[in-house]
C-alpha cells in the first residue's frame, strides 16, 4: 500500500451484522480501497520507441554504461566503443565487409528530440581515459566528470562541456585495492557533484567499498565511509547469501551514490540487494532491501528520483531482474515496476544506470549484449 487510507465509516449500514463479518466486510472494503490507492498513487511509463534518433557518420553504440541529464534537458550518454564486436563494425573492417558501422565516441550529448548534438572523448594528451567507461555526470556549470571501472581506472576526469580536459582525480594503478588509501581510487562507479558544498561524490567501486568525497574544484579529499558509516574494510565476504546475517560491510561493486533535494545521501550496493541513506557526513540513518532473494549481480544497479517537490519516489534500476522499480523514498516499499527481461522497445537486457529529466520522463542504460539507450515518457504523476 502507497500509504494511510481512510474508510467513511457511513460506507454501508452493518447495524443487523454479528462483529465476525463486520470484521470480515470491513477488512474487504479496506483492501479493495487500499489497494486501489496503491495502483494509481504513483508514477508510470510508456517507453518511446523513437528516442533517439539513428545516429549520423554511420555510428554505433556499445555498451551504455552512464547517463546524465543537464540543467538543459539534455541527455548525455557515456557508452564502450571497446565493447562493439567485430560484427558490430563491417565498415570499419579491412576490406569492409558490410555498409555499418563505426564506433561512435564515448561521450553523446543528445537534445530532447534525440537529435545528437555533440560528441568526443576518448585517450587524449595529459589525461589518462579509462580503459573501461562508466559513469557520467553533468554539473550546473556544465562541466562532464567520467569514471571508469577496467582493472586499472583509478580515477576520475573532468572536462568541459566540449571535451577540454580540466582535472583529474587519482591515476590509473596495478596497485592492490586499499579502501582507507585516499590518494587513488577503486575502480569508481557512480558520481555527482553536491553544487552549493563543491563536494564531489564516487561510489568506490568495483575494488575499493566505500564512499569517497572531495572537493570539486581543488580534488582534495574530504572525507569517506563505509557501510553503516563505519570505515570501509576490503575483507572479502564470499558469495552473497540472501540468508546469511546482514553484511556489515559493502559489496562491490558500491555502484551509484545519489544526494535527494532534502539533503540525503543515497548508496547502492548491488550485489547486497539494498540502499544504504546517510547524512552527507556519512552518518548512518536506514537502508531498503530490494528482492533480497536475487543472487548473481545484485538487484540496486542505480537510481533515480521521482521530480515532485518531495522526491515521493525512488525509480531503481535493477540489472540482474531487468525491471525499474519503483520504491515509495519514505520507506522503500515497492509499489510497481516499469519494463521486463527482453530485446523489445520497453523491455532491458542488463539495465546499467537511470535518470531523470526535469519532466520526470527517463532514460536508461544497458550494457553487455544490450547496447542501447531508452527513454520513458512519464506519462502519469
Given at each position: 500500500?502507497?500509504?494511510?487510507?481512510?474508510?467513511?465509516?457511513?460506507?454501508?449500514?452493518?447495524?443487523?451484522?454479528d462483529k465476525k463479518t463486520k470484521a470480515f466486510l470491513f477488512l474487504i472494503v479496506a483492501l479493495a480501497v487500499c489497494g486501489s490507492a496503491s495502483a494509481q498513487d504513483q508514477p508510470s511509463y510508456?517507453?518511446?520507441?523513437?528516442?533517439?534518433?539513428?545516429?549520423?557518420?554511420?555510428?554505433?553504440?556499445?555498451?551504455?554504461?552512464?547517463?546524465?541529464?543537464?540543467?538543459?534537458?539534455?541527455?548525455?550518454?557515456?557508452?564502450?566503443?571497446?565493447?562493439?564486436?567485430?560484427?558490430?563494425?563491417?565498415?570499419?573492417?579491412?576490406?569492409?565487409?558490410?555498409?555499418?558501422?563505426?564506433?561512435?565516441?564515448?561521450?553523446?550529448?543528445?537534445?530532447?528530440?534525440?537529435?545528437?548534438?555533440?560528441?568526443?572523448?576518448?585517450?587524449?594528451?595529459?589525461?589518462?581515459?579509462?580503459?573501461?567507461?562508466?559513469?557520467?555526470?553533468?554539473?550546473?556549470?556544465?562541466?562532464?566528470?567520467?569514471?571508469?571501472?577496467?582493472?586499472?581506472?583509478?580515477?576520475?576526469?573532468?572536462?568541459?562541456?566540449?571535451?577540454?580536459?580540466?582535472?583529474?582525480?587519482?591515476?590509473?594503478?596495478?596497485?592492490?585495492?586499499?579502501?582507507?588509501?585516499?590518494?587513488?581510487?577503486?575502480?569508481?562507479?557512480?558520481?555527482?557533484?553536491?553544487?552549493?558544498?563543491?563536494?564531489?561524490?564516487?561510489?568506490?567501486?568495483?575494488?575499493?567499498?566505500?564512499?569517497?568525497?572531495?572537493?570539486?574544484?581543488?580534488?582534495k579529499f574530504k572525507r569517506m565511509w563505509g557501510a553503516y558509516g563505519s570505515m570501509p574494510v576490503d575483507t572479502d565476504r564470499g558469495p552473497y547469501d540472501p540468508s546469511a546475517a546482514t553484511d556489515r560491510q559493502f559489496r562491490t561493486p558500491l555502484h551509484c551514490v545519489h544526494?535527494?533535494?532534502?539533503?540525503?545521501?543515497?548508496?547502492?550496493?548491488?550485489?547486497?540487494?539494498?540502499?544504504?541513506?546517510?547524512?552527507?557526513?556519512?552518518?548512518?540513518?536506514?537502508?531498503?532491501?530490494?528482492?533480497?532473494?536475487?543472487?548473481?549481480?545484485?538487484?540496486?544497479?542505480?537510481?533515480?528520483?521521482?521530480?515532485?517537490?518531495?522526491?515521493?519516489?525512488?525509480?531503481?534500476?535493477?540489472?540482474?531482474?531487468?525491471?525499474?522499480?519503483?520504491?515509495?523514498?519514505?520507506?522503500?516499499?515497492?509499489?510497481?515496476?516499469?519494463?521486463?527481461?527482453?530485446?523489445?522497445?520497453?523491455?532491458?537486457?542488463?539495465?546499467?544506470?537511470?535518470?531523470?529529466?526535469?519532466?520526470?520522463?527517463?532514460?536508461?542504460?544497458?550494457?553487455?549484449?544490450?547496447?542501447?539507450?531508452?527513454?520513458?515518457?512519464?506519462?502519469?504523476?
Amino acid at each position: 500500500m502507497t500509504g494511510a487510507c481512510s474508510l467513511p465509516g457511513g460506507a454501508f449500514a452493518m447495524s443487523d451484522l454479528d462483529k465476525k463479518t463486520k470484521a470480515f466486510l470491513f477488512l474487504i472494503v479496506a483492501l479493495a480501497v487500499c489497494g486501489s490507492a496503491s495502483a494509481q498513487d504513483q508514477p508510470s511509463y510508456k517507453v518511446d520507441a523513437a528516442w533517439p534518433k539513428q545516429l549520423p557518420n554511420n555510428w554505433i553504440m556499445g555498451q551504455v554504461s552512464g547517463i546524465a541529464v543537464d540543467r538543459q534537458d539534455h541527455v548525455w550518454v557515456l557508452q564502450r566503443p571497446g565493447s562493439n564486436v567485430k560484427d558490430d563494425l563491417g565498415a570499419a573492417q579491412s576490406p569492409p565487409v558490410s555498409q555499418c558501422c563505426f564506433a561512435a565516441p564515448p561521450v553523446l550529448e543528445f537534445d530532447q528530440a534525440g537529435n545528437l548534438m555533440k560528441s568526443w572523448g576518448g585517450p587524449g594528451s595529459g589525461y589518462d581515459w579509462p580503459t573501461s567507461e562508466h559513469s557520467i555526470f553533468v554539473d550546473q556549470k556544465g562541466n562532464v566528470w567520467i569514471t571508469g571501472n577496467g582493472a586499472t581506472d583509478r580515477q576520475a576526469l573532468k572536462f568541459t562541456n566540449d571535451g577540454k580536459f580540466i582535472a583529474e582525480i587519482g591515476h590509473p594503478s596495478k596497485a592492490p585495492m586499499n579502501s582507507l588509501d585516499t590518494t587513488l581510487l577503486g575502480r569508481p562507479a557512480g558520481i555527482e557533484v553536491d553544487e552549493k558544498a563543491r563536494e564531489l561524490y564516487i561510489a568506490d567501486g568495483y575494488g575499493n567499498r566505500r564512499v569517497i568525497v572531495f572537493d570539486s574544484d581543488s580534488g582534495k579529499f574530504k572525507r569517506m565511509w563505509g557501510a553503516y558509516g563505519s570505515m570501509p574494510v576490503d575483507t572479502d565476504r564470499g558469495p552473497y547469501d540472501p540468508s546469511a546475517a546482514t553484511d556489515r560491510q559493502f559489496r562491490t561493486p558500491l555502484h551509484c551514490v545519489h544526494l535527494s533535494n532534502d539533503g540525503l545521501v543515497y548508496a547502492c550496493d548491488r550485489v547486497n540487494d539494498r540502499l544504504q541513506v546517510f547524512t552527507k557526513e556519512g552518518k548512518f540513518l536506514k537502508e531498503f532491501f530490494l528482492r533480497k532473494e536475487t543472487l548473481g549481480n545484485g538487484s540496486v544497479y542505480d537510481l533515480a528520483f521521482s521530480r515532485d517537490q518531495d522526491q515521493k519516489y525512488l525509480l531503481v534500476a535493477d540489472g540482474e531482474n531487468n525491471v525499474i522499480w519503483t520504491l515509495r523514498r519514505s520507506d522503500g516499499a515497492v509499489l510497481g515496476s516499469t519494463g521486463h527481461a527482453g530485446r523489445n522497445a520497453g523491455q532491458f537486457h542488463h539495465v546499467h544506470e537511470v535518470v531523470s529529466d526535469s519532466k520526470g520522463n527517463l532514460y536508461t542504460g544497458e550494457v553487455e549484449t544490450g547496447r542501447r539507450v531508452q527513454k520513458f515518457m512519464l506519462t502519469k504523476r
